[in-house]
């Protein structure tokens, strides 16, 4: 059985879903082209290191809502932002 979940921040920029021992981590920021922003970022850290530590899940599939997986120029903007303390 299948389960969502959505960011406590009310932003939903990533969903989640639970297949058994499989998570499905969709970005979802269609309009912009699922650019990464810092709290996707941190949403995606915060996910990965606690499912590395739960030996439940197996797999982990990234994925974009829409027609792009991920922009390419939002890393580089995004650790500017964190070099610059933004």
Do not use: W
Request: glycine share 8%; with cysteine; aromatic share 4%.
């Amino acid at each position: 059985m299948a389960s969502s979940h959505s960011n406590n921040d009310g932003t939903d920029q990533v969903l989640i879903q639970e297949y058994g021992s499989t998570r499905v981590l969709t970005l979802n920021r269609p309009r912009q082209l699922n650019a990464l922003s810092l709290p996707m970022i941190m949403e995606l850290l915060k996910k990965f290191v606690a499912y590395e530590k739960d030996p439940n899940v197996k797999l982990l599939i990234l994925k974009g809502k829409g027609r792009a997986f991920c922009a390419g120029g939002d890393v580089a903007a995004v650790a500017h932002s964190v070099i610059e303390g933004i």
